[in-house]
């Protein structure tokens, strides 16, 4: 189980590392054509509203201004911005720019000049008169609220997923295994609980940004920081009526993404002032445009009923889910489906479970991807319910989830019933190290001898909380991922693939698989990526998929390369291919033998004179799930509600860990950003739709300095269907945070917070509200 690994699941440093600590990387704004108009965005300052009249010409006047873009000049033509597959499992309910206005800091009038005072000098200059209509501000009030926020036609879904947008409802789902209200009635024991999450931002330290040109052919090529350049070249072609052929998507160096960077933001813009001036043009998101006019997390009201007998088997739940989508439809039903998809197999030993719910349009910003969708919202309702049963139970809430949690070769039904947007794929799992997670983090926090509290102080006391949880490797019979391998003559390799390296290290990942297959080292690995014209297909940057999909199309293209190669050096010999022995530096049959250096220089330079290459595919057919368990100690002042967090354990099972450094790194940044949305980052709206929220002067974000120690380990684990044993690890250190700490809080204290963030001030209400019942 990879015990002789030479450069897979070994310390590896980035192949971009230098450059990025050389102040090297090349981003998006470093590719800007010299002399590009400068795009700015005229924004609705109303929640909902539409545009009775919008005069344009004094802007248009202005010296120095070459376009203004508005609903009337642009394809009005609907299209999903989610950055996702065909058939787009949202609804496709965008225009370009429109009539309606559906949020604060809605797109209203794109203005293009020569330099940036010019082209906000415009936007003042743009006259508009709107008919001010009432928003709908909460998402539990949205279904069939008689205010519809989506009155307008030509707009539609790719395939049935309760799409109501006259009942503001972008999406819905349900699905039934078993008989749940049958099976809680003969349940000992039956907990309720409800609680909600927030619209987290994401925050990444690169704002969104674009930028356009058309090169000498008259193509349109684009500059972006997207996590998907082969979904944003389809959407646009569609949208804008262009052939696939005339467009080129590049993704440099990315500043962060975490999901922010799925889906359209700047490109159809910049595309259109370059089509329509012929000059090349950029734009670029503000912080304030990234937090209000952008999307976040989707904010959800989750119910879990669950229900045990006496002796702690748990034999039915039931999951009800109300989502927030915001404005528009991305990711609606995907985010959806993940909260029972995702978090309720972990359970299965269940005689019952159902799942349903909506997601409802309001006259907030836009939800759409965030690192761990839909898994982080349900994994905190779940696992609060999961130790509130344990409580009832009076039993240990470790044993509970030992007792009852996913096991090597089990399944759940639900993995065939519900996928993400579509059906699933049944799958048993081959891998699954949760049990020795469970073991393993209980023993690395002192579980037995910290929990559930112990009073440190006068008003200081310490306790522990848990949580489990697994996630996903892409989506099966959806995500593929392609890779082209070719000899260099002086035996180097070029490696061309798909894979969207956004920070995460995909870049490394592939060319670590790439030269463990072929036997030679990475610096003998040159690896391109990300450039709709240079690499061949792949999905993107997103639910899970690289290392799985992306990494299992380089393992493919590498066992092919490998054999090619044993063949050319058979025919060069003289020899069968079945005598000859390869070692990454030569081929050797017999007394024969030949340098792979030498083999690269004759195939090319002598005869037979040809170019050795190969390509290779990969579609999952099973999405292997990663597991963790994490525990936290908190510290926690009885008088202020304040905590800090002492120590955070994780113990992970994501299979073999292609590159241990950049794995933990994952990991440890997911529990950070969860750590985020479990305590700190609220999002505040005024009474008219306004997020206040908007700045990192009123958004706070986690610091090194919120969690003192960070212990992350790994389990020995080997999946068989992945590059060389490998499954994700991109998403599930961020699903655990808000349970945990809502655990470990519960444990100190004895209140529950059923919102997020958990907060002092929630905290401190909460045990006065206790101490005076």
């Known amino acids: 189980m990879g ?12 192949v971009d590392g230098h450059a990025e600590m050389m102040g090297r990387a090349v981003y998006t704004q470093d590719y ?44 009005h033509v609907a299209f999903s911005r989610a950055g996702q597959g065909a058939p787009q499992p949202s609804p496709i309910d965008k225009f370009i720019l429109d009539e309606y206005v559906r949020f604060v800091g809605d797109e209203v009038a794109v203005v293009a000049a020569v330099n940036e005072k010019i082209a906000e000098d415009a936007l003042k200059l743009i006259e508009v008169e709107y ?23 030509g707009i539609s879904q790719a395939f ?52 356009a040109r058309l090169d000498e052919h008259n193509r349109l090529v684009i500059y972006t920081a997207t996590q998907t350049p082969f979904h944003i070249r389809r959407i646009m072609a569609q949208t804008l009526g262009m052939p696939l052929s005339q467009i080129r998507i590049v993704k440099p160096r990315v500043g962060g993404g975490f999901g922010g960077k799925q889906q359209f933001h700047c490109e159809m813009f910049v595309a259109l002032v370059t089509l329509r001036t012929g000059l090349p043009s950029k734009m670029v998101y503000t912080r304030e445009e990234v937090f209000a006019s952008s999307y976040t997390r989707h904010p959800m009201c989750i119910t879990m009923k669950i229900g045990a007998d006496k002796d702690g088997r748990i034999k039915a739940i039931d999951c009800y889910t109300l989502s927030d989508t915001g404005a528009y439809g991305e990711h609606a039903l995907t985010v959806f489906m993940i909260v029972g998809s995702k978090v309720l197999p972990l359970y299965n030993k269940v005689d019952a479970v159902r799942f349903q719910g909506r997601v409802l349009y309001t006259n907030h910003v836009p939800a759409g991807a965030y690192r761990g969708y839909g898994a982080i919202q349900g994994n905190y309702v779940l696992e609060s319910a999961i130790d509130m049963l344990a409580e009832k139970l009076n039993m240990d809430p470790v044993e509970l989830r030992r007792k009852n ?18 059906k699933g794929t049944a799958m048993i799992m081959e891998s699954c190290k ?7 983090g209980a023993e690395l926090i002192d579980w037995k001898n910290k929990y559930p509290r112990k009073q440190v102080g006068p008003h200081k006391v310490r306790s522990v909380g848990c949580a489990i949880a697994m996630q996903g490797s892409g989506i099966p019979f959806s995500d593929m991922g392609s890779c082209a391998i070719t000899l260099q003559d002086g035996g180097f390799y070029m490696v061309r693939c798909g894979a969207t390296d956004i920070g995460q290290g995909s870049d490394t990942l592939i060319s670590q698989i790439v030269a463990e297959e072929l036997m030679t080292t990475v610096d003998k690995i040159i690896i391109y990526s990300s450039d709709t014209d240079l690499a061949p297909f792949d999905v993107g940057a997103y639910a899970s998929s690289t290392t799985y999909i992306s990494g299992n199309a380089a393992w493919k293209t590498a066992i092919k390369m490998r054999e090619r190669l044993i063949s050319e050096a058979a025919t060069m010999l003289g020899v069968k291919e079945s005598t000859v022995e390869f070692d990454g530096k030569k081929f050797v049959s017999g007394d024969k033998e030949i340098s792979l250096f030498d083999l690269s220089n004759k195939l090319i330079y002598s005869a037979p004179q040809h170019q050795v290459a190969v390509t290779e595919s990969y579609i999952g057919h099973v999405s292997p799930p990663p597991f963790m368990a994490a525990y936290a100690e908190i510290e926690l002042d009885t008088e202020t509600g304040e ?62 300095k919120d969690i003192k120690k960070l212990t992350t380990e790994f389990a020995d684990s080997y999946e068989p269907t992945g590059p060389f044993g490998a499954k994700s690890v991109g998403e599930i250190g961020i699903d655990t945070p808000p349970a945990v700490i809502c655990n470990a809080v519960y444990n100190a204290v004895g209140v529950r917070i059923n919102s997020l963030p958990i907060t002092p001030e929630k905290i401190l209400k909460a045990m006065k509200e206790k101490a005076a019942k």
């Open 434 to 440: 949760l049990p020795y997670c469970i073991d393993r």
């Open 160 to 211: 049935e997923m309760g799409f109501r947008p006259k009942d503001n409802v972008a999406a819905s789902y349900e699905m039934e295994v078993g008989d749940v209200e049958k099976e809680l009635k003969k349940c000992d024991v039956v907990i309720e609980h409800t609680a909600e999450t927030q619209a987290q931002a994401h925050a990444m330290l690169e704002p969104h940004c674009s930028n």
């Open 405 to 422: 949690s996913m096991k090597e070769k089990e399944t759940s039904p639900i993995f065939e019933i519900m996928g993400e947007g579509t």
């Open 32 to 75: 800007e054509a010299p002399g590009s108009l400068i795009c700015k965005m005229l924004r609705s300052p109303h929640a909902f509203a539409r545009i009775k009249k919008i005069d344009t010409s004094k802007a248009e006047a202005l010296n120095g201004v070459k376009c203004v873009l508005t609903y009337k000049n642009v394809p």
């Open 3 to 14: 015990k002789n690994f030479k450069v897979v699941n070994n310390k590896t440093h980035s």
């Open 643 to 704: 905590y800090e967090v002492l120590e955070y354990v994780s113990v992970v099972d994501c299979g073999t860990t292609i590159n241990p450094m950049l794995a933990k790194g994952q990991v440890e940044g997911g529990i950070t950003q969860g750590f985020g949305m479990a305590a700190k980052e609220d999002v505040i709206y005024n009474s008219k739709g306004q997020l206040l929220s908007n700045s990192f002067l009123y958004y706070h974000i986690p610091t090194t």
């Open 131 to 153: 008919e001010v209509l009432e928003p709908v501000l909460d998402y539990k009030q949205a279904y069939k609220s008689k205010n519809v926020i989506h009155p307008e036609d």
